[in-house]
């Protein structure tokens, strides 16, 4: 059998062999390197990390919009009295008693 394929037909197989190893073996360091999960688990945990990251974004930006909210409140209010006392101080103590 070994004379149909030729003498060095066993070297050449283990050289397809060891180069196709070789080529896996590197395909799958530069995946580890690229951070490419391996399985579907995987690839579901790196998700959820992503999205818990984004709500917790997401919940800091909603806390600073109510700090916010709170300040914009908090100057209306000083708004109003001060035009109230502007008001009040354009009035002469005479036409206080007749509004």
């Known amino acids: 059998d070994s004379a149909s394929r030729g003498p ?8 397809v062999v060891g180069c196709s190893m070789g080529l896996l073996a590197w ?13 579907t688990g995987g690839y579901q945990a790196e998700r959820v990390a992503l999205l818990e990251d984004r ?7 909603q806390t600073r919009i109510l700090e916010l909210e709170e300040r914009l409140e908090f100057t209306e209010r000083l708004l109003v ?14 036409q206080q008693g007749r509004s």
């Open 55 to 61: 709500v917790a974004e997401l919940e800091h930006h």
């Open 27 to 39: 395909r799958r360091a530069r995946a580890f390197k690229r951070g490419v999960p391996e399985t």
């Open 8 to 15: 060095d037909s066993e070297g050449a197989i283990a050289a």
């Open 81 to 94: 009295q001060v035009r109230e006392q502007s008001e009040v101080a354009r009035l002469s103590p005479g």
